[in-house]
């Protein structure tokens, strides 16, 4: 716990974090790999900044709209399934080992799926599809549904994959919004498989298949929080026979 200032009272919290009075020159504490704290500035209100404590959970570091996605959103009343999404995102605990391609992709992607899972009316798609699909009523009669790719893990050309998802469920009018999650350009640093990052996604959309952009698509960067004395282990595939014991 933090406190701003002496015998300061306590203010409503976020999700995860604990906050305690104001303060107009506002910090935030992040870890370190030996476990120290730095400071950096955040501000969470135009009028005051507060000072709080996270608990190492992930962090969404970029959205970019594409194709009327943002007005999408708005329009048909999406807002709290959107909303719901980043709040899985930021519940999911993700901390790395601080060295390149030392971490497995794969574990992030069990860990963001096991968040989606655990969550009331997802519905995860076979193999082939979009992963994750949520739909609900809007304004008494209408039927508003986002669909989520979740590319955090296997090879960066995987990508257009996914963007041909979206577009042949938005074509079949079984989506109406996509969203895609990336890993941000820090985070892809200490991923294992040659994940796409945020910038190289941007970058496919808007230079190498410019049809994208007409898509109503949600492009979200995601990031670790911290770091941690071991790396999360890559899965072992396709070992082979293993040699005869003497």
Request: with cysteine; proline share 3%; aromatic share 8%.
């Amino acid at each position: 716990m933090i406190l701003l200032g002496e015998e300061a009272p306590p203010i409503r919290s976020l999700k995860g974090i604990i906050v305690i009075g104001l303060e107009r020159n506002c910090t935030t504490p992040k870890l370190s790999r030996n476990g120290s704290q730095t400071i950096t500035r955040f501000l969470l209100h135009k009028n005051h900044h507060f000072l709080i404590k996270s608990y190492l959970k992930m962090k969404l570091t970029n959205l970019r709209f594409y194709g009327g996605s943002r007005e999408k959103v708005c329009r048909l009343g999406l807002s709290h399934i959107f909303l719901e999404i980043q709040e899985l995102l930021i519940s999911t605990e993700v901390r790395v080992f601080e060295e390149k391609e030392a971490n497995s992709a794969g574990e992030v992607r069990e860990r963001i799926d096991a968040a989606f899972l655990q969550a009331q009316e997802w519905e995860g798609t076979k193999s082939g599809d979009i992963d994750w699909v949520k739909r609900m009523r809007y304004n008494g009669s209408i039927l508003s549904r986002i669909g989520v790719e979740i590319q955090v893990s296997g090879r960066s050309d995987l990508l257009s994959r996914d963007i041909v998802h979206i577009r042949n469920q938005l074509q079949e009018s079984k989506i109406d919004v996509g969203v895609i999650i990336v890993p941000s350009d820090a985070f892809h640093y200490f991923l294992t498989d040659r994940v796409a990052n945020f910038s190289y996604a941007v970058r496919y959309i808007e230079e190498e298949l410019r049809e994208a952009q007409n898509y109503p698509i949600v492009l979200i960067g995601i990031e670790h929080d911290g770091f941690c004395a071991v790396p999360m282990k890559k899965k072992l595939t396709n070992l082979g026979k293993q040699p005869k014991q003497d």
